[in-house]
């Protein structure tokens, strides 16, 4: 008998219960399930092993085949994929990719500045002469001769439908 709800939505009720984010679910052909989980402190190997054990049993009485499990950690460069994350990370550097082109790139590196409805707004400094650069990220070393290009910060609207994936820039 097959599940009624699929996999990622048992997977997402279960983590939830458990107190624990579900940030990415990836099912492949081969039967490997993985689950990426987050709490506002973080995740430790602890959490992984209680969330794939508690999962196990789940997927057991639900129906759900698999040949692996793996459950982990986002990582430093998470992916962020729900307004809730965006307002989470409002000031974090992040690199965006979108559906479809925004003045003439589909990819800039930004700081998420706020969220308005489903609108994500973000700060890039442009270069004049240079690609977009993350706000308040360290600057290499320029050539004296560099030092005249103008700077300046862009907000940037983009409805949160546009974005097509958004990870977190780690911060060493």
């Known amino acids: 008998m097959a599940a009624k709800f699929a996999p990622h939505e048992i997977a997402a009720a279960s983590v939830a219960g458990l107190g624990y984010e579900l940030v990415d679910f990836e099912h492949s052909a081969h039967g490997l399930m993985r689950i990426f989980i987050d709490k506002p402190t973080g995740i430790g190997i602890e959490d992984c092993a209680t969330v794939s054990n508690h999962l196990t049993r789940v997927f057991a009485v639900e129906n759900i085949e698999f040949e692996r499990l793996e459950v982990s950690s986002p990582g430093l460069d998470r992916p962020l994929k729900t307004l809730a994350s965006f307002q989470r990370f409002i000031g974090r550097a992040v690199k965006v ?76």
């Open 97 to 172: 990719r979108l559906n479809a082109q925004l003045d003439g790139s589909r990819r800039f590196e930004g700081v998420i500045a706020a969220i308005e409805g489903e609108t994500i707004i973000f700060v890039v400094v442009e270069e004049e002469g240079a690609a977009s650069k993350v706000v308040g990220a360290k600057k290499p070393k320029q050539p004296k001769r560099a030092a005249a290009n103008a700077v300046h910060a862009k907000r940037i609207n983009v409805p949160f439908a546009s974005i097509d994936k958004t990870r977190l820039v780690p911060e060493i």
